[in-house]
């Protein structure tokens, strides 16, 4: 039996009963039933994943993967390949903008190399868990092996394995590779199959010239590495990225845990989709942040029906919107652990039953 296979083993359903007595729980709080909208259905529902009706606040770590693409050598990208690299220096020395919503939240900021082009120096702030420089250029064969694949899927569920036993409680997918929208609209393409252009956005924001060669080089991926839409895997295998391959096993390892996922936008839910394909039990420990601007995002949240906690326009990736989602996270759990009770706060209650006629 593989790693893979033994802990997808592991993962169990949610109990519905936990929220059910959350709810109840919150129905006695000083406030008109249900007011809180869908901040009691997050505390319900970080609740059930949990498997605790009081969970402590939680320990939040944003997992941060970084990749290279060989699309890129397509003219798909409005940015070089070099700028993987220079954007995980600065995930390493705080500044990028993951870093300083993840400091809000009170998140901690996991970097870690899946296969850049060019390896970084030893670095405390950057764990190193090569595949390979790289990716290969899925217009011209399969981006991986199945065996990198398998490894990347790995890497991640032993990496949540770590973080588990450190006391980490909620994590957010993050992610940073040039290239990796167009792999991630090919990845979503093959997998629904569907035409690209039902799947594919503008990405780091290219010109229309750019957009038609993105496209392109998708459709010459697929029709050569024919992948097979009922294997996950070899999906991946043909058509996915290093980085994206991680995040699968991330999303599988926290299932596993019990370890609630927040997703951020377009390529960490291919991620999170491809798990669910893997394992469907994945799906029942996935929280949508936000939802992207890339249309590719709205068609993966629909079929995961998963509704997102916000949308503000935002196509950056790195974990941005599942940080922003953490601090939605910490208080709908703060409510739920330190709001007055009716009782408690000697106010006076016209009754469950008299509100739930009213609300």
Not at 57 to 86: F, N, R, W
Request: glycine content about 10%; proline content about 4%; charged content about 20%.
């Amino acid at each position: 039996m593989t790693l893979i296979e033994k802990i997808c083993r592991q993962i169990s359903e949610v109990d519905p009963n936990v929220s059910i007595r959350v709810q109840h729980r919150l129905n006695q709080k000083t406030k008109p039933l249900r007011s809180l909208g869908r901040l009691e259905d997050l505390a319900c529902e970080i609740s059930s994943i949990r498997g605790l009706e009081n969970p402590a606040l939680p320990q939040k770590v944003i997992v941060v993967m970084a990749g290279d693409h060989g699309v890129v050598e397509e003219g798909v990208s409005a940015y070089p390949q070099e700028v993987t690299c220079q954007m995980v220096l600065n995930f390493a020395k705080g500044g990028a903008a993951i870093n300083v919503l993840a400091r809000q939240v009170g998140a901690k900021v996991v970097v870690v190399d899946m296969g850049m082009a060019s390896p970084l120096p030893t670095l405390e702030t950057i764990l190193s868990r090569r595949i390979g420089s790289g990716t290969r250029n899925f217009t011209l064969g399969p981006a991986m092996t199945r065996e990198q694949a398998l490894s990347a899927i790995e890497i991640g569920i032993q990496l949540v394995q770590q973080l588990h036993d450190e006391g980490t409680t909620l994590i957010g997918l993050g992610e940073m590779g040039i290239g990796n929208t167009t792999s991630s609209s090919a990845l979503l393409s093959a997998l629904l199959e569907i035409t690209p252009e039902e799947v594919t956005g503008y990405g780091t924001g290219i010109d229309s010239t750019t957009y038609a060669r993105k496209i392109d080089a998708i459709k010459r991926a697929i029709e050569l590495n024919a992948p097979n839409a009922t294997d996950p895997i070899d999906v991946l295998t043909k058509l996915g990225g290093f980085e994206i391959a991680g995040l699968v096993g991330v999303a599988i390892g926290c299932a596993a845990k019990k370890i609630p996922i927040v997703m951020d936008g377009f390529i960490s839910s291919v991620a999170a989709l491809l798990a669910v394909r893997i394992e469907p039990k994945v799906n029942d420990y996935l929280i949508a942040s936000h939802r992207s601007v890339e249309i590719g995002h709205g068609v993966i949240l629909k079929l995961l029906k998963k509704k997102p906690l916000f949308e503000l326009d935002m196509r950056l990736g790195e974990g941005t919107g599942a940080a922003l989602a953490m601090g939605w996270i910490d208080a709908s759990l703060r409510i739920l652990e330190e709001m007055a009770t009716f009782e408690s706060a000697g106010v006076n209650n016209a009754g469950p039953k008299m509100q739930e006629k009213t609300s």
